[in-house]
Nanobody
Framework: VQLQASGGGLVQAGGSLRLSCAAS????????MTWFRQAPGKEREFVAA????????YYADSVKGRFTISKENAKKTMYLQMNNLKPEDTAVYSC???????????????????WGQGTQVTVSS
């Protein structure tokens, strides 16, 4: 699976951005698609995930109610709609994919074999 992330940019606090992650290669039917982020000097952290078959979603507490993850099957693309952005959301956002991920492991970056390049999101105060 090859992943291509896009959509980052500079936005003021309270603004919105939508990230995209386009997948190519094998079918995604058994895959978990996930967004992680990493701020300077900090560890990579889980943001949100969506199960490609069934559409079950998972969110980090820090983004619940502000971010929405979705997918478009025909385009094999995952989205992250980010609203009410805060300066602490500033990070490089990366998408990842892995088959057979169980719910209890969804937030663990080590279970994902496939990664896209990051896209920078900068939120100014």
């Amino acid at each position: 699976v090859q992943l291509q992330a896009s959509g980052g940019g500079l936005v003021q606090a309270g603004g919105s951005l939508r990230l995209s992650c386009a997948a190519s290669g094998r079918t995604l039917s058994n895959y978990m698609m996930t967004w992680f982020r990493q701020a300077p000097g900090k560890e990579r952290e889980f943001v949100a995930a969506i199960r490609w078959s069934g559409g079950g979603t998972y969110y980090a507490d820090s983004v619940k109610g502000r971010f929405t993850i979705s997918k478009e099957n025909a385009k094999k693309t995952m989205y992250l709609q980010m609203n009410n952005l805060k300066p602490e959301d500033t990070a490089v956002y990366s998408c990842a994919a892995q088959s057979g991920v169980i719910a209890s492991s969804v937030s663990q970056s080590g279970v994902y074999s496939y990664w896209g390049q990051g896209t920078q999101v900068t939120v100014s105060s």
